[in-house]
C-alpha cells in the first residue's frame, strides 16, 4: 500500500525599509493615498469632518492629498494615539513629540493649522496657526514664526513641529531649514491629554470658524523630538519620488542646494552616508558646482547651449551639478557613499544627464557605480563606429571587450536632457540598460526590452560624477535626479512535494520527496519547517531534512496530511 500526502503552503514575508527617521518613534503616518488611513500599521485611522475632498499631490499624483474648504472642513486622527505615550499623575503627557506636515494655500489669513489636546482650558494642548507668521502655542504661550510669505504662495511646503521635553524648547523647520525655535520659561506648558491629533481645526470639539483653506498631504507624528539633521533627512526622503508599486525608494539626490554651491560637502539627499566628496584633481576647481536653470551662465553653460533638466514624466526638484565657466579641459570628479552596500536582488539606479555634445570631445564624462574605489559599472558618451556619439555601458571606465563594453544604439542628443535607467538583477546576473524610455508608461516589474545589457551582476555602495567640457561651443556635462530603488521582496505562492507518495512500512529514514516552492524572486532561498497547530497531529511521523521530506516511523495508514511552511 502506498501513503499519499498533501501539502499546504503557510508563508508570507516581505522586505521593507524606509527612510523615515526614527521609525521606532512613529505614531502615525497619513499618506492620503486615497484615503485618511494610517500607513504606520498602528491603524490610527483619521477621520474627515466637513467634506475634505481629495486633490492632486505635490508630484502630480491624482486623489494623493486633501483639499480643504476653510469653512468646516477638518481632519482628526482620533483619541487612540495617546496611548503610545506615558501619561503622568493627572492623565497629561509630558513628552516630547514631532509633527511635520506638507501644504499650500492662497489663503492670505491666519487660519488654524495643527491642533494636539485637550479642546478647552489653558496650558493643555498644542495649537498651530497659519498666517504671515506660522504660531506654535500652547493656549496662550505664544511662539510665532515668520512664514517668509510661504503660507499664502500657492505652493507645496513642508513645516515640521517639534517639541523638546528634555530641554523645555520648541522648534519649527520650513522645507528642511530650522525658522525659529524658544525655550519655555515654565516647566510642563505643553500636557496633552484627552484628544489626538488633528488639522484644519483649532482644536478638536473647538467651535472657531477659522478652519484651514487649502490643500494638506503627507502627516506624520513621532513621540519625539526630531533633531536638525533627521528633519533634513525627512524633508530630502518626502520631496523625493515615489517608488513604484512593489518596490522601495533606497536612495535619492536632486542637487537641492545653493545656486553656485559646490557640490564638494553637500548632503541633502537621503540613503547616503556623509555628503558629496571630491576626489584628488589635477588642478583646481576640480568639484562640480550647483548650477540653476533660471540663472544665465555664460561659457559651456549659456542658456543658448544647455536645456532644462527635465523629461516628460519624471518628477524633478532641486537645480543640478556641472562645471563653472572658469576653464576647459578641467577634469572635475565628485562622489557619495551609499548607506550600505547593495548586493542582492534587483535594484534600479536611473539619473538625468546632458553629456558634452563635442562630437570630437575625449575628455572623461562618466557616471559610475563603485564598490569602495573599484569601478562597478560606468555610462558613458563614446565614438561608435559609425563615428557618432552613442550612450554605452561598462564594467570600467577602460572597458573595450564586448564583454565588458556596450553600445545603447541610441545617440548622445545635444542640448537635451536624457534618462538613463540601469536594472542589476542578481538573481539573473544580468545588468540592463534603456537610454530615453517612455516614463509616463515604463513598467519595473515587467520593463520593456532594454538597449543593452551584460551578463554581469555586481555589488556597489558609490556614485561617482566625472565631467571633462572641452569647449565653450558646446554644452557641458550635466547630472541631476540620482534615484535607486529595489524591488521588495514577494511571499512564495506555491509549495509541491515531488515525488507525493512512498510505499507503507519502509524504513524509518526514507526520503519520500523532495520540497519546492513557486516564488516570483528568482534569486531567494527557502526554508522548510513543520509546523505546529491545527493538522499537526502526523508531525511525529516525518521529519526534514534540508528540502526533503523523510519518514521518522514505520508509515501503516492510508493518508497522512503534512502543513508546511
Known sequence: MRVLFSALLLAGYQLVFSQIPKQSDIVGVYNFNSNVDDESGKNYNGILGGSPSLTTDRFGNSNSAYLLDGVDDFIYFGNESLSEFTTNSN????????????????????????????SLGLYTGMITRMGSNISFNSSNDGFPTSSSGKHNDGLWHSYVFVWDYSVQKRYLYIDGD?????NYTRTNVFSIKNYGLS??????????????????DDIKFWKTALNSSEVASLYSYD?????????VGVAYEGFDYTYQATLEGESGGYGFSGGWQNTTGDVPNQTHYVLDPSQSETGGFNPSLIAPMTYTGLYTSGLYVGDTNSATNIRKTDFINLSSTLNNGIYYVQFLVQFDGNNTASGDNYFILKEDDTEKLVISRQLNSASNINIHMGKASNSSSSSDLVDSGKSLIVKTAQLIIIQIDNSTNSTKLWVDPNYTTFDYSNPPSE??????SFNFNRIQLVSDNDSYAYNGTLFDEIYIINRTNSAPTNISLSPSSVNENVATGTTIGALSTTDSDSGDTHTYTLVSGTGDTDNTSFTISGANLLTNTALDTRLKTVTLF
Open 91 to 118: 492623565g497629561g503627557i509630558n513628552e516630547s513629540f514631532s509633527i511635520s506636515v506638507w501644504a499650500k494655500s492662497t489663503n492670505p489669513n491666519e487660519s488654524s493649522f495643527l491642533a494636539l489636546g485637550e
Open 178 to 182: 530650522l525658522a525659529g525655535t524658544k
Open 199 to 216: 488639522f484644519g481645526k483649532e482644536r478638536y470639539g473647538d467651535t472657531s470658524n477659522i478652519n484651514y483653506n487649502g490643500s494638506v
Open 239 to 247: 520631496n523625493s519620488p515615489s517608488p513604484p508599486p512593489g518596490f
Open 451 to 456: 538597449d543593452a545589457s551584460l551578463n554581469y
